[in-house]
């Protein structure tokens, strides 16, 4: 049975910074493609940021430069480092693992970027 349990959210100031986890139970992270979604009130769950099983990250235009997406093996543990946030970046954010038709998802974290 697999888990992921997101953490790290929280209210921060514009330009702020924060550390999502997604701890992973019951599977490997490094086995398959993690992915960092987000969802703001009224709009759909948009792609945040992926790491494939290979190790290759992606990160969608609207948070490159400021978002890196990484993964620690011994931990099985996904993160996202967001640096300079901006209000728009209010959403829930929710980390999905990549196996098998429809994969698994967290349950989400939120975060409000705020003054």
């Known amino acids: 049975q697999v888990q992921l349990v997101e953490s790290g959210g929280g209210l921060v100031q514009p330009g702020g910074s924060l550390r999502l986890s997604c701890a992973a139970s019951?599977?490997?992270?490094?086995?398959?493609?993690m992915d960092w979604y987000r969802q703001a009130p009224g709009k759909q769950r948009e792609l945040v940021a992926t790491v494939t099983s290979g190790g290759t990250t992606i990160l969608s235009d609207f948070v490159r430069g400021r978002f890196t997406i990484s993964r620690d093996y011994v931990k099985n543990t996904v993160y996202l480092q967001m640096n300079n946030l901006k209000p728009e970046d209010t959403a829930v954010y929710y980390c999905?693992?990549?196996?098998?038709?429809?994969?698994?998802w967290g349950q989400g974290t939120q975060v409000t970027v705020s003054s």
């Open positions: 019951g599977s490997r992270v490094y086995m398959y493609a």
């Open positions: 999905k693992m990549n196996r098998g038709p429809g994969g698994f």
